[in-house]
Each structure stands twice: as structure tokens, then as C-alpha cells.
């Protein structure tokens, strides 16, 4: 059993940045592959970033070049590094970890306002 933490949400300015980190617990998230999602009010939940086991790391679109997936298997934690962040970004975001089964943590909140 996987436990998933999100933090570092907030409220920042357009055009500002947050790390965000997902901290695991209960198991090594080295053999998992690990994902970044978000979900805006009204919105359904999207996929947003995700990095393999292997050190993989994929995109949406919308995030290209402004946001960056990492992960630290030595503080069993993944990050989503967000710059220039845009309104748009406004979501509750998600981290999740997927092996044979799949986890998720219960989100932090990042707010983009002026």
C-alpha cells in the first residue's frame, strides 16, 4: 500500500512558480511510474506531466516548456517544478503512482491570480 502526499500549492501571480512535491510512503516509488494530474473546477481531471521509472519524462502541450517533472528515489518524492504560470493553470493537482495498482494522493490546491 502506497501513501501519496501533495504539497506546495498556493496562491502566486501570473507569471510566478511553485514545486510542487509528492512524498510516497509505505513503498520505494524507484519501479513506479509516476504521474502529475489536474483538475479545475467544472473541469475533469487531466494529465499533465509524468515521469517513468526509468527516468522518462512526458508533457501536455499546454505545459511544455513551463513545467518540469523530476524525481528523487533516494526521498522516495517526485516534484512538478511550474513556471510562468498562466490563470489557466488554476486546478487542484494530483500526483499518482501506478505499478501493478494505482495510487493517488488527495491533491493540493495552486491558484494563479492577480
Known amino acids: 500500500q502506497v501513501q501519496l502526499a501533495e504539497s506546495g500549492g498556493g496562491l502566486v501571480q501570473p507569471g510566478g512558480s511553485l514545486r510542487l512535491s509528492c512524498a510516497a510512503s509505505?513503498?520505494?516509488?524507484?519501479?513506479?511510474?509516476m504521474g502529475w494530474y489536474r483538475q479545475a473546477p467544472g473541469k475533469q481531471r487531466e494529465w499533465v506531466a509524468g515521469?517513468?521509472?526509468?527516468?522518462?519524462?512526458s508533457y501536455l502541450e499546454a505545459v511544455k516548456g513551463r513545467f518540469t517533472v523530476s524525481r528523487d528515489n533516494a526521498k522516495n518524492t517526485v516534484y512538478l517544478q511550474m513556471n510562468s504560470l498562466k490563470s489557466e493553470d488554476t486546478a487542484v493537482y494530483y500526483c499518482?503512482?501506478?505499478?501493478?495498482?494505482?495510487?493517488w494522493g488527495q491533491g493540493t490546491q495552486v491558484t494563479v491570480s492577480s
Open positions: 499518482k503512482a501506478n505499478r501493478l495498482r494505482t495510487y
Open positions: 509505505g513503498d520505494s516509488l524507484s519501479l513506479y511510474a
Open positions: 515521469v517513468t521509472s526509468g527516468g522518462s519524462t
